[in-house]
């Protein structure tokens, strides 16, 4: 019975580690979100303005 007790509380102890995990890595991904969101409409207001600016997905270079 001891040995069972002492797996779940391993177990236990597994669960509320990767929940935290989970937690961190939820809050890391809202915080790469929000910044994605700044950079694309920062860049598409340099686009708007016309001073050019990165090139976003297939688009081709000015020279071409």
Known sequence: ???IE????HL???VDDLS???A???REIDRLRT?????????AE???EG?????LGDERPPHY
């Open 35 to 43: 910044t994605v969101a700044l950079l694309t409409r920062r860049e």
């Open 12 to 14: 236990i102890r597994a």
């Open 1 to 3: 019975m001891t040995d």
């Open 51 to 55: 001073e050019g600016g990165i090139m």
């Open 24 to 26: 961190r890595q939820d």
């Open 46 to 48: 340099r686009s708007h």
């Open 20 to 22: 935290e995990m989970v």
């Open 6 to 9: 002492e797996r779940l509380a």
